[in-house]
């Protein structure tokens, strides 16, 4: 550790680590020196001239955000010069700004208003002409308002830096200077609105909230994103019972304040038209709305008569239910249906990955890893694109800690730009690449290792001893896809893997036997569409539980509205292993959750008596599920918690491993009914993949 | 552009070759001492060239008087990365057109003085970065820098010594912020103008990232006198820490406006009234800017002061980059100070607020009272925007436009009292009893 | 896009200037000699100097919206630019330029109607101590009374016309 130094700033004495900026360390002993420009994480400009300090020995005013503490400083943040520079400085971001608080879309969370209230003066001395240009539409989530910039170039940085796209810039020069989009009247980007939520004011707002409320006039509930599997954080805007918009600008929870357009702008499909709003049967080839009474009944009929008849039940599984649901279902299927034919669309070879690691317990890596470990390698995926969470921390790891990434992929990758090598193979020989790759890898310190669907099988076994073999430690993270992926598998929604990954004594069907299995009495399909690609429903009998009437939900006999993850408690996992914890922010009419689906039937055939909670189910898990045991308190204060390999844990051996390879803009059948993915003029995947 | 003859008071040392037939061909330049000072360089070591030009107490030409010497000497002697040198040839400061003359009527002097500085912190490739106005002076020294590399002056293992070094012209296009050091350097690098966060200065990380000298063409100029004969001669000419002679533009209400080659220290008003000729029809001197436009105005009766860097900060202005604009008792002090506002506000690169915003706030301000539609509190708003942008922008164009603006409310304030209260300008008053 | 031999000899030259992993460097004089040949730079100019560069078009406009002597639209075929600055100013700059206005019969960044002549304000072009001072196109006039201003004209437009003829 390098000597500390010592600092004395509003003759409060402080102590830091050489490199400490002046204005963290005023923040360290609770001093708020304001500032628009400086923002952590991104290069420094010193443009905004918000958080001028005086510095003994220092003739002019120094700015907070740009200098370094020394040892020995004397800083002052509180003398009349400084009251007046900023005075002076929020004057002048006004010469030019709209003073119409009132109807801006930023009243409320402005920077520029705070700022306004507490350091400027009670009046403009600007008597001019403000210089007028109409607002631009940038894409169907980005709209620029140039009066109301700043310039603090916190969204140039961000989109550039942060997400490593760069379509913004900075136009004109002066007085005129503008903020502007890489396609001249538009934007082509990943419309991921960092940019608006990153800027202090309401230059840039978003299509998809502006104008809708104010922002004390919604709920603010934060739970975990619906869609990929990175498990952001993000924060809900619930006005009258309606999600309008997603952040994290309290930058708590793995992602801080990275979110996708999925996490900020897509939380809109609970309400969409297409939403269930009652049970549907099917009567004369038809279906038709039915009480929850009828459909529950006649599916209760239906499953008797199999139980009775010992004719086979078949049960599919979702990757967006919570642990506590899967964990529910695979007890239900195991022990009251009592049939070992269980799965869910895998999207990741997760148990081969814990048989390899089985009983290590610091072999999996955590979101945090991938932005502290001196090496990434990344094989078979695009991040930008699939995991756009895990992107972005690889990329922030390499600005600021310059980590050496290691890309191995069939394709162009947006990690290429800052990769240490990148190897490009057919598809098929990941493997290979990385192997190829061993005599740069072993002189890693450290290494995580991120593979997609692409390497599945034994060949993960061979992954995990290649990496044993380069003498250093290693951490894995296997890709899967959806907001749950990883909790359907590790809660044993899998033939031949009990919760755990441990092995069944008698082993089910495959997703793809079930769906080619005539035998079937029931086949019983929970928030999972996979006869999307117009497979023939097998069963005599099929039910599906779901949001939508999917493909799959179509050609059902019983379809259940089950609610979305937005609108319940319970937990997920994400890719890493981390348990996180869901809080219901809307709810809607005529949908239940699954876990009150299943425990209603569970009632009516008998297997289950008193009240069924998510609490309790996470007690159980916890206690009974190997590595899974999580402390529910840490969980409720928002602290995500990582599960470790359990001891001893088997691959399957049935069934298959399919990425739906989504994009930005995909996210599976959900996607679909997410407006903004659709509206966006970037074609999905094509764009934006370099 | 040139008088026929020097005048009498000039010491022609870097101007000495002006008025020669074909003065700009490296046979001329070769003929009369060319390339001497870089040959006896060869002989010296680093360390000796950069002690020379610390004797020589010469300060940079471009505007800021920082020793040169010193800044050589911030160069990294033992970094790894390769290391640069940079012409600053952007001359943009209103009032200054010297430069231009030197390297119109003296290219390899200048291409001399980036040799010696070359040898002096081991660069490899220099750049003379010219403002896009000056195409014609391209093509002069396109021109000279290849007779240069014919004669073995430039390329690889120069004149055999087992040096390297080539120099390359690299145009602007129109900005004046492209003068200051970093912005230059972006430019230089393909960008836009915006200067750069300082530290890192350009010694230690400027062009590309790499160790870099950087300084005005002037300056590159004096450097082959002092090494051919020693600093403390040309630390001689001048005055105590202000070695040297200089190149003074005088333009404005003078009978003989011209670039003139004085000792620095030289009095300001003997440079007016005898140098170049005296005040225009016989006019009352009323005031002038002693170094280009960024300068604090001087009032006739505060023109009596030496000029060099230290006297005219002790007077309230400064040296800058020695463009003296004269004006006699007719100038609208009004129109003039909201004349060179408007410059600012148009060359604002606008990446920092209070430059952004301040110069055209003072510039909007000063034309409306310009035209006579100024509004009671508006000269209280002049001296108190400029108060809040000196010292708090991002780079020093910020203080160029307010040490203008503050100067001349607070020192004609009469002036903008009558624009003020609609009375007639008392100097157009002057003009039409002159 | 390929321009005329010398451009591409000035071009080939300036990529030659700088460091291999700088050719971006070579951006702000490529963008101008280019436009003296072509009279602006057209979207097609900025779509070749992505392309020579290897940087985007963003990367571009940020850089073409600076700089002042960059336009997109073609000047006259005499681009005559008149400076006011102070120094011009005090001896008549400002009084030229609107002589000069009124010549022409166009204003700040007009292009009178046969084409042969587009007008500017410019700020200081260096040539203090000879002013009032103008630049048609690259050539620089100095002490430019209205009266030479009005020679000068004539002259430029009986140049256009004979070279028009040719
Ligand atoms: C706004 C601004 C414009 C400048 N313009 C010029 C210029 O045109 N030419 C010049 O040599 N220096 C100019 N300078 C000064 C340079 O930043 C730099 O100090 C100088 O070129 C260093 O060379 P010197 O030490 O030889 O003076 C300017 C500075 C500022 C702040
Ligand atoms: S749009 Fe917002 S974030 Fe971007 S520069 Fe303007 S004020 Fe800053
Ligand atoms: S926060 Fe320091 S200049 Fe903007």
Redesign the interface.
Known sequence: MPEPIRLTIDGRSVEVEPGTLVIEAARRVGIKIPSFCYYEGLSLAGACRMCLVEVEKMPKLQTACTLAAAPGMVVRTDTPQVAEARRAMVEFLLTNHPLDCPVCDKGGECELQDMAFRYGAAESRYREAKHHVPEQQWSPVVYYDRPRCILCYRCVRVCDEGMGV????????GGRSEI?????DHLECDECGACIDICPVGALTSGMYRYHTRPWEMAHIGTICAFCADGCKTTLGVYHNRIIRGNNRDRSGLNGEFLCIKGRYAADFPHHAERLSSPLVRRDGRLVRATWAEALALVESRFREALASGAPIGIIGSNHTTNEENYYLQKLARQGLRTPHLDHPRTGDLPALMAAVAGREAALARIEDLYAARAVLVAGADLAQQHPLLSWQIRANWRHHQARVYVVSCGPVREDRYAARSVRVAAGRELEGILGLEESLRTEPELVVVFGEAIQGEQVARLVAFGDSLGIPVKYVCLVDYANSRGAADMGLLPDLGPGYQPLERSGMALDEMLECADLAVLWIVGANPLAGGVRPPARFLVVQDLFLTDTARRADVVLPAASAYEKEGTVTNVCGEVQRLRGAVSVAGAKTDLEIFTLLARRLGLETGPVTWEKLLDEISSSVPGYQVSAAALRAGVPQQVRPPRQASPSRRGKVRSARDTLFTSGTLGRYAAILSAVREAPGELYRG | ?LHPEPHPAEVVLLTRRFRLRDSASIDTYLATEGYQAFRKALAMTPEEIIEEVKKSNLRGRGGAGFPTGLKWSFVPRNSPK?KYIVANAD???????K??LLMQYDPHSLLEGMLIAARAVGARAG?IYI??????LIEILDRAIEEARRRGFLGRNILGSGMDFDV?T???????ECGEETALLE???????VPRLRPPFPATSGA?GCPTVLNNVETFCAVPPIILKGGLAFAELGTPKNGGTRLF?????VNR???YELPMGFNLLRMIHEVAGGVRGGRKLKAV?PGG?SCPVLRAEECDVAMDFDSLARAGSMLGSG?V???DET?CMV??AA??LR?YA??S?GFCTPCREGTRWLATVLTRLERGEGQPGDIEVVRNVARNMLGRTFCPLGDAAAMPASSFVEKFREEFEAHLEGKPCPAEEVAIHA | MKFSEQTEAKLARLVE???PD?R??????M???IQDEVGAVTPQVVEEVCAR?G?????V???V??????RREPAGRYHIQIC????C???GG?ELFEHACRKLGIGNHGVTEDGMFSLEEV?????????PAL?VN???H?HVTPEAFDRLIEQLRGNGLKQRGT
């Open positions: 760069g379509a913004l810039g900075v136009v004109n020069r502007a989009p890489n396609r001249g | 552009m390769p001359e943009g400061e209103p009032g200054t057109c430069d231009r750049y403002r896009g106005e000056y195409r014609y390359y690299h145009s602007g296009a129109g900005s004046y430019s230089l690098e393909g960008k836009r103008g590309f533009a005088i333009s404005g209400h406006p011209g670039v800017i436009s463009g604009i004269v004006m100038t129109k003039a004349r060179i410059f148009h060359e690169c | 200037s700088y460091p700088h971006r460097s070579a951006l702000v004089p963008l101008l000699f560069l940087i985007s078009p963003l990367e406009e940020e850089v919206s600076y700089y002042s002597m960059l006011t600055n102070i120094s100013m005090l001896v400002a700020e200081c072009i260096g040539a203090c101590c000879w002013g630049q690259y050539d620089y100095h």
